[in-house]
């Protein structure tokens, strides 16, 4: 059974579903996909709003249960009730990105996706945190999947060595001005 679980691979299947509000969010939620991406995780966006179509976010949630896929985000900004709306529908973890657009600077969003009655919950990333979105939800999936474990061990020591190479550039143009 474990050896199973061991092979288990994440290449072919889509294992995070992204929902976002508004075409307009696109060129922020993208980032959360090319993350996924980095990381092998095959993942899909949809454009659908709990306030404008809450229907087509309703029917993708159970395409998504019979599909397989194992992890929803939830992206909204200014009323950002999607990723609660999701969360009421599902018992598969939901992951909140609220964005920053609107005259709010994101204060609205956050509240809006992270303020959830108890037996709720929304697992609410910063502002905009679309990088931390995607490893969040890499993180929950890593624990069945070796290989995407695998890759975020890659990717921390990725991060690490270029927040190192930063850091000495920075002391040496200090020390030479
Ligand atoms: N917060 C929500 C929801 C929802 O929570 O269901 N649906 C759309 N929106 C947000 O409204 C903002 C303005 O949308 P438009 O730019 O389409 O007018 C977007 O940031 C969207 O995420």
Request: glycine share 8%.
């Amino acid at each position: 059974m474990a050896k199973k679980a061991a092979s288990k691979s994440s290449d072919s299947k889509t294992l995070v579903g992204i929902l976002t509000g508004s075409p307009n969010d696109l060129p922020k939620v993208i980032k959360v996909q090319e993350t996924l991406t980095e990381l092998g995780i095959h993942s899909e966006v949809v454009i659908a709003s709990a306030h404008r179509t809450p229907a087509k976010v309703f029917a993708y949630i159970d395409r998504a249960h019979a599909e397989g896929v194992e992890v929803l985000i939830g992206c909204a900004g200014v009323a950002a009730h999607l990723a609660g709306v999701i969360a009421g529908h599902t018992r598969l973890p939901v992951i909140g990105l609220p964005l920053g657009n609107g005259p709010l600077s994101g204060w609205d969003s956050l509240l809006s996706t992270v303020q959830m009655p108890p037996g709720v919950p929304v697992a609410t990333v910063a502002v905009d945190g679309t990088r931390n979105a995607a490893i969040l939800a890499a993180r929950i999936l890593a624990i069945k999947y070796p290989a995407i474990d695998k890759a975020l061990a890659k990717l921390a020591e990725e991060d690490r060595k270029r927040y190192d190479q930063t850091a000495e550039e920075a002391l040496a143009a200090v020390s030479k001005g």
